[in-house]
């Protein structure tokens, strides 16, 4: 459920610099969900992810 998933202080953090750091939201997700065992175990899904950045770069 949405209302379930939320991203961290620290999964906003990398998500953050991965993308400073010209990572594409694609590959750091598939990154971040290889970390924790598995896109079910992340907390927030790939369009979490991009939206978060589409918010932050609106700020």
Sequence with gaps: LA????I???QA???E???DSGI???A?????CRLV???NNLGHTYRDR???LRSKRQL
């Excluded at 750091?28 to 971040?32: D, G, T, V």
């Design 17 to 19: 610099t991965a993308d």
């Design 50 to 52: 991009k939206n978060h």
């Design 13 to 15: 953090f990398e998500i």
């Design 28 to 32: 750091s997700h598939e990154y971040a």
């Design 3 to 6: 209302s379930q998933r939320k």
């Design 37 to 39: 065992g598995g896109p």
């Design 8 to 10: 961290s202080e620290v």
């Design 24 to 26: 594409m939201p694609k």
